[in-house]
């Protein structure tokens, strides 16, 4: 089982990148995909998640209307849209994978980490 997370990488605020997590070893449809970050000194916490069937998404306040996820099943592939970005959103960002919507940041398997930096 791998989630391989990319896309990482030093911006300067207000600007944007787009994160992907590649799923191999797992059937990647059957399961939520949600994205989490962990600043320095800080405690990992969760961005969102995307769910199975209809894609429902759900988003912590700090990034609602800036970050989007969205996934594509054939591709094993999910996203993260990040938008107007600012130094506080400057963390290690990981995707990971559980049968279960949306558990906070108690996730069943885990990729490793990509890097976003916010700075000018």
């Known amino acids: 089982v791998q989630l391989q997370a990319s896309g990482g990488g030093s911006v300067q605020p207000g600007g944007s990148l787009r994160l992907s997590c590649v799923a191999s070893?797992?059937?990647?449809?059957?399961?939520?995909i949600g994205w989490l970050r962990q600043a320095p000194g800080k405690e990992r916490e969760a961005v969102g998640c995307?769910?199975?069937?209809?894609?429902?998404?759900n988003y912590a306040d700090f990034v609602k209307g800036r970050f989007t996820i969205s996934r594509d099943d054939a591709k094993s592939t999910v996203y993260l849209q990040m938008n107007n970005l600012k130094p506080e959103d400057t963390a290690i960002y990981y995707c990971?994978?559980?049968?279960?919507?949306?558990?906070?940041?108690?996730?069943?398997?885990w990729g490793q980490g990509t890097l976003v930096t916010v700075s000018s």
């Open positions: 990971a994978a559980d049968m279960r919507y949306n558990p906070g940041t108690e996730y069943y398997y």
């Open positions: 070893g797992f059937t990647m449809r059957y399961y939520a």
């Open positions: 995307i769910s199975t069937g209809d894609s429902s998404t």
